[in-house]
């Protein structure tokens, strides 16, 4: 096993990590606004919606 080798794969698995962290981040999100949209339509609400007490 060269120097090189072990560098090229560090950075290799390095960009795979980086990249399945955006992605399963990305569908994460899409996963909780599809369950926020769903939540939402069966009429309930967000606390941070609310409004009429002053709190």
């Known amino acids: 096993m060269t120097h090189a080798f072990y560098v090229y794969a560090s950075y ?3 960009a795979f990590v980086t990249v399945a962290v955006i992605l399963w981040t990305w569908a994460d999100g899409r996963a909780r606004r ?3 949209a769903s ?6 609400r967000r606390r941070s919606a609310r409004t009429g007490d002053g709190q």
């Open 12 to 14: 290799g698995f390095a």
């Open 34 to 36: 599809r369950e926020l």
């Open 39 to 44: 939540l939402e339509a069966a009429g309930i």
